[in-house]
T-cell receptor
Framework: TQLLEQSPQFLSIQEGENLTVYCNSS?????LQWYRQEPGEGPVLLVT?????EVKKLKRLTFQFGDARKDSSLHITAAQTGDTGLYLC??????????FGAGTTVTVRA | ETGVTQSPTHLIKTRGQQVTLRCSSQ?????VSWYQQALGQGPQFIFQ???????GRGNFPPRFSGLQFPNYSSELNVNALELDDSALYLC??????????????FGPGTRLLVL
């Protein structure tokens, strides 16, 4: 059972378009992480957000943490084919384990 | 490259057998976590080891067991394999950071197929 809900499950867009992926929970996170995973590989950390309302930018990627620390979004501007992959959000609650969402599979078409 | 390595990369076993998966941590890390990722799902937490002691366990039966060694490398053992154990097994190493929460660095995983 996933404690974090990610939406959409699948996203297919044309190169140059923008996209947003959402991550929601009914519980408050102590921190939230976004990962990207490519087939046959482990997840690679993109960002960690800790403070409610926090916004972090990583080149064309913008990560937002909700004020109540229950939700987060990942926005990609002018997507490129290299952005294709499985995007996972993972929250930490009161212990040190990561609870992952089911992921959003993003396909960027040339 | 995260500096975390896992072996083997792929493994095929039959139902009822036992398997051992291995993980070498990133240098300077004292914590290893293991996750199971079924096809089309996010990783599910199995357990975590900190300084050779189990530091938390997810909803997995006792036939899933682990070890952490003095050099902080780790093993995941699964006994009496079932078909549903087929998955990608990921290990992640980290260094406890109580201010920001752990940043976990994942290995490439071991793909286990149980027939």
């Amino acid at each position: 059972t996933q404690l974090l809900e990610q939406s959409p499950q699948f996203l297919s867009i044309q190169e140059g378009e923008n996209l947003t992926v959402y991550c929601n929970s009914s519980s408050v996170f102590s921190s939230l992480q976004w990962y990207r995973q490519e087939p046959g590989e482990g997840p690679v950390l993109l960002v960690t957000v800790v403070t409610g309302g926090e916004v972090k930018k990583l080149k064309r990627l913008t990560f937002q943490f909700g004020d109540a620390r229950k939700d987060s979004s990942l926005h990609i501007t002018a997507a490129q084919t290299g952005d294709t992959g499985l995007y996972l959000c993972a929250g930490q609650f009161n212990d040190y384990k990561l609870s992952f969402g089911a992921g959003t599979t993003v396909t960027v078409r040339a | 490259e995260t500096g975390v390595t896992q072996s083997p990369t792929h493994l095929i076993k039959t139902r009822g057998q036992q398997v051992t998966l291995r993980c070498s941590s990133q240098s300077g890390h004292n914590t290893v976590s293991w996750y199971q990722q079924a096809l089309g799902q996010g990783p599910q937490f199995i357990f975590q080891y900190y300084r050779e002691e189990e530091n938390g366990r997810g909803n997995f039966p006792p036939r899933f067991s682990g070890l952490q060694f003095p050099n902080y490398s780790s093993e995941l053992n699964v006994n009496a394999l079932e078909l549903d154990d087929s998955a990608l097994y990921l290990c992640a190493s980290s260094r406890m950071d109580r201010v920001i929460g752990e940043t976990q660095y994942f290995g490439p995983g071991t793909r286990l197929l149980v027939l």
